[in-house]
């Protein structure tokens, strides 16, 4: 089956805030009284993301590789979870063309921070910052007051280099070099043969 051109990937998640917690939002520590609670550091967006990247390659979940029964997790920072999403990407044959986000919350306001969010983003999936769109409403008769949303969509596009590596290797090599390569290794393999008794021929009337 031929691969797609593109692919399309979505990604939701929510923790809730709670006191003597950093707060981090797309791997941006922002002051504030209250933090995101959670196995991890608690980085909704990232988490989202890491979900979208994942699931617009059919690589499953956060959580089938990260999962929040696994001490080994606690307190981890999410970048690892990016990080990982983006080498299953990878090896599906995909990079990331742009992604677009929603943070739904009460407090703090996203805006003076989401250029620096958008920064490092862009930064972890290696993309220029005009592909990464940061969004933020609260969530008026929502009653999550207390907690923090995060919604991701993410873009892939198909990664035309990733076919032309091994083709780009083999025209490297000069064909004359080749077929030097190959009547060399016929030569030696012919030289272990065995020789062939030579049939001495006896001419008639020969005593």
């Known amino acids: 089956m031929a691969q797609s051109s593109f692919r399309i990937g979505y ?3 929510s923790h809730e805030f709670r006191k003597s917690i950093p707060l ?3 791997g941006v520590t922002i002051p504030h009284g209250r933090g995101l609670a959670g196995h991890s550091d608690g980085d909704v967006l990232l988490h989202a993301l890491t979900d979208a990247l994942l699931g617009a390659v059919a690589a499953g979940d956060i959580g089938s590789y990260f999962p929040p029964s696994d001490p080994k997790w606690k307190g981890a920072d999410s970048v690892l979870f990016v990080r990982e999403a983006l080498k299953q990407v990878k090896s599906a044959g995909y990079t990331v063309g742009n ?7 009460q407090e703090p306001k996203i805006g ?4 620096n969010i958008q920064k490092r983003v862009a930064e972890l999936l290696g993309v220029a910052p005009g592909a990464v769109g ?6 008026e008769g929502m009653k999550t007051g207390n907690a923090a949303i995060a919604h991701v969509t993410v873009l892939l596009l198909r990664d035309e280099h990733a076919g032309k ?3 780009t290797a083999e025209a ?12 060399h290794t016929l030569a030696a393999s012919h030289a272990h043969e065995p020789k062939k008794k030579r049939k001495t021929v006896k001419a008639r009337g020969s005593i």
Not at 99 to 105: G, H, M, N, P, W
Not at 112 to 115: D, G, I, L, V, Y
Not at 134 to 139: C, F, L, S, Y
Request: overall charge positive; charged content about 30%; proline content about 11%.
């Open 24 to 26: 981090k939002i797309g």
């Open 99 to 105: 992604l677009d986000s929603t943070l739904v919350l």
């Open 165 to 167: 590596k091994t083709r």
């Open 134 to 139: 940061i969004k933020a409403k609260t969530p």
């Open 112 to 115: 003076p921070h989401a250029r």
């Open 172 to 183: 490297e090599v000069p064909q004359p070099v080749v077929d030097l390569v190959v009547e």
């Open 11 to 13: 990604g939701w998640d």
